[in-house]
Structures are given as structure tokens and as C-alpha cells.
């Protein structure tokens, strides 16, 4: 496993609602975490060393911190849990978001409604050292 220097929120940056989200949830962090797309090569890159094999993790987002990764309603209970009581260590990435395309219709109030059930009935947690 590659020891991590900050927490990392993934979530999917071709769906312009999830963007949204992203760049909400980075006002809230004020940079106390890397937040990066499913879809950047940054993104890849982290999932392939951290996520196990053979799982991409595109159906939810995902917070990763202290050795383990959670995903959609796990993820949001452990990221808002780490707005409020984690202080900021250290000197972390400008976080940059760019929607290029978005090919669903999560623009729409369908489209939101149905993303914010998924995080929400959506959970996942798993150990980054079981990798």
C-alpha cells in the first residue's frame, strides 16, 4: 500500500452534478484534502494503487483516509466527520475541477435526485491494506 500524506475524495467528473458536489464539499474542506475525478489520469493512477484488483469503484464516490477507503454514504459520514474535527496538517494540492462533457442528464432535477439517493443508499468501506 503507498502511505498517503492527505485524504483524497474521488467522485465522478464527468456528471456536472457531482462536480457540484466537488466543488462544494472543497469550500467546506478549505483544502485539508486532495479532491480529484474517477475519470483524470490522477484519478486512475490512485485507484489502480489503492482500490483492490479488478474494481474501479465508479458507483460512488469515495473518501480515503487513515488506511481505508469508504464509499458513498460511508464516504459522506467520514468526510463530513473530518471537516469538523480534523485541523489542517501540513501544505496540501490546489484543487482544480474541469466538467469537459457531461453525457447523463444530472443536470435535471431527475438527474440530482436520483445522484443524491445513490450516495445515500449506496455504502462501501474497505481496507487499503488488504491490497
Known amino acids: 500500500m503507498t502511505e498517503l500524506s492527505y485524504p483524497i475524495l474521488i467522485y465522478d467528473n464527468l456528471c456536472y452534478s457531482c462536480t457540484r458536489w466537488a466543488k462544494i464539499a472543497n469550500g467546506f474542506v478549505k483544502g485539508k484534502c486532495l479532491i480529484v475525478g474517477h475519470y483524470t489520469p490522477l484519478g486512475k493512477e ?4 489503492l482500490f483492490p484488483k479488478d474494481y474501479d469503484g465508479l458507483e460512488m464516490s469515495w ?3 487513515g488506511g481505508h477507503a469508504f464509499g458513498g454514504r460511508a464516504g459522506l459520514f467520514r468526510l463530513i466527520r473530518y471537516i469538523l474535527l480534523e485541523p489542517k496538517k501540513g501544505a496540501f494540492p490546489k484543487n482544480e475541477f474541469n ?7 444530472c443536470k435535471t432535477v431527475k438527474g440530482v435526485l436520483l445522484r443524491s439517493y445513490s450516495v445515500v443508499a449506496r455504502y462501501k468501506k474497505f481496507s487499503l491494506l488488504d491490497n
Open 99 to 105: 466538467l469537459t462533457e457531461c453525457s447523463t442528464d
Open 46 to 49: 490512485i485507484k489502480k494503487q
Open 63 to 65: 473518501f480515503i483516509i
